[in-house]
């Protein structure tokens, strides 16, 4: 048998050990004394504790802390060096790699550009890109995120085109990737780790139940359900792009992963399209969505023009939106992706208004805050979650 068994000294220790590790984590650096306090545990068996964290690599000394004349007390801190995390954001254009120590501190960060038709092998570039963070030891997990989802079926990734892809198509991708790189590896979907960024840092904080929706060149959303990501029988849940919208066309039209459906009326192009037709200018999506904000705080012909684009695009969102609120009934509706984010907040509240005038449920919409890459942001948290869960339980003998 492997592993402590309950009721054991050794789950006792193993629960201990976690707990004083969490507790450095979320608060720092601590004396003996605070973290017998914060545990509940006595001060010899704070003494073992910390002596078996320190032996097992996990806690280090961070210098003394004066108290009262003639006191001094140790301070211990997570050894941030015990692991190493990796994270990356593939997209057609260019592979951003983050790298982040055991207390999630960024120690390394790059990106490498790839042209429309990269040349090598998947696993080559994806390596390059980590090597160019120069990370100071070997990493524990990488977990990338791109603009697709694994099938659990197949174990190849789905809900995308080759093209948008390319060398993506291969069988049992994540065990492939994981020995190419050397490195247990997870592959997720783009807008599923910025729901887990939004959770854990944003607008989420605190809901168990929400839906974030991406609005930018491309639609898509993530749903977290009773706190848990929920990914539908073949990967593909959010894919909510593609979904069947009233005005546009199908994929029995325009092809399986062509522009149909709830993408042809609210993606990046559509957008600027139809600004452009209530004549707002701008060179893309993102600077005519901020131009339309800024002219409807005039007055005039102009504005009136640049408000009723902004109220239709908030239209064509909330139809999308109703179609999900209806199935999924979510308490909190997040938002982001350059279409909502240039439009801020007067975008979101007039995407409320338009979905609260069409469902019975009234969710609250809420714009993203996570700052940075959320992409990469989330892959870190999961990266870090996996890790922290190996380390922390690593410090007790099975």
Do not use: C
Not at 132 to 137: F, S
Not at 150 to 178: E, F, M, N
Not at 293 to 308: E, L, N, S, Y
């Amino acid at each position: 048998m492997s592993g402590p068994v309950p009721g054991t000294p050794s789950l006792l220790r193993a629960i201990n050990d976690r707990a004083a590790l969490q507790a450095l984590l979320d608060r720092g650096p601590l004396t003996r004394p605070e973290i017998g306090a914060l545990t509940g545990l006595s001060k010899p068996t704070a003494s073992q504790l910390l002596a078996r964290l320190q032996e097992a690599g996990l806690v280090v000394l961070d210098g003394i802390r004066e108290g009262l004349p003639g006191r001094t007390a140790e301070v211990y801190r997570i050894n941030p060096a015990a692991a190493y995390v990796g994270a990356l954001d593939v997209t057609p254009d260019r592979i951003e790699a983050k790298i982040a120590d055991l207390t999630g501190t960024i120690v390394g960060e790059h990106t490498l550009p790839t042209p429309r038709r990269p040349h090598g092998e998947l696993v080559d570039r994806l390596n390059a890109a980590l090597l160019g963070t120069n990370p100071p030891d070997k990493l524990r997990r990488v977990v990338i995120g791109v603009q697709a989802a694994i099938d659990p079926t197949t174990g190849r990734l789905g809900y995308a085109a080759a093209k948008d892809v390319p060398g993506w198509q291969l069988p049992d991708l994540v065990p492939t990737l994981s020995a190419g790189l050397g490195v247990p590896v997870d592959v997720e979907n783009n807008v599923n780790l910025v729901a887990v960024a939004e959770q854990a840092h944003g607008a989420a904080q605190g809901h168990r139940d929400f839906v974030l929706l991406w609005a930018d060149e491309g639609i898509g959303s993530a749903l977290v359900l009773g706190g848990r990501m929920h990914r539908g029988a073949t990967g593909g849940a959010g894919e909510v792009g593609y979904m069947p919208t009233p005005g546009a066309p199908t994929a029995r039209e325009s092809g399986r992963y062509a522009n149909h459906g709830y993408q042809a009326l609210t993606g990046g192009p559509a957008v600027l399209k139809l600004l452009r037709s209530y004549g707002v200018r701008g060179g893309d999506f993102r600077t005519a969505v901020a131009h339309a904000v800024r002219a409807a705080d005039g007055d005039g012909q102009k504005a009136d023009d640049a408000r009723a684009g902004l109220r239709d695009i908030a239209a064509r969102l909330a139809v999308g939106l109703a179609a999900i609120t209806s199935v999924v009934d979510p308490g909190l509706i997040v938002l982001t992706g350059g279409i909502v984010l240039s439009g801020g907040e007067t975008l979101r509240e007039l995407v409320e208004h338009e979905l609260h005038a069409l469902t019975i449920p009234q969710p609250r919409v809420r714009l993203s805050n996570v700052e940075g890459n959320p992409v990469l942001a989330g892959a870190l948290d999961l990266a870090l979650a996996a890790v922290r869960d190996e380390v922390f339980g690593s410090t007790v003998p099975s």
